[in-house]
């Protein structure tokens, strides 16, 4: 499962420092994005990436996108969600109470 997460979800250039991410989310007063796009730095011209999970601090949550939830829930079933909240937490250092998933309609 992990080796999912890995491929699928790793933030662009790689995960960075648990302090590093601490920082950063200082500066964002609801929830920080964690870009996973492949061509993020060509989309972040645009501005038109949705490729990212979410970090909600104040709620400890962490929300992904629509089809890459339904796609773990069609592969793994019901037994991928503590797994992946136990994987974001290893490589962001950050604690997660619950997950959830967003539609680009929403946004």
Known sequence: MTSEFDKDLTPTGGWSSHSKIKKELRGFSNDMPFYYD??????????????????????????????????????????????FIKWFEEHSGLPVKR????????Y
Request: proline share 2%.
């Open 99 to 106: 997950l959830q998933h967003w539609s680009k309609e929403k």
């Open 38 to 83: 492949k061509n993020f730095y060509t989309d972040l011209a645009d501005n038109d990436s949705d490729e990212f999970m979410s970090y909600f601090k104040k709620y400890k949550i962490v929300a992904l996108q629509h089809s890459i939830y339904n796609k773990y829930s069609m592969m793994f079933g019901d037994l991928w969600e503590p797994v």
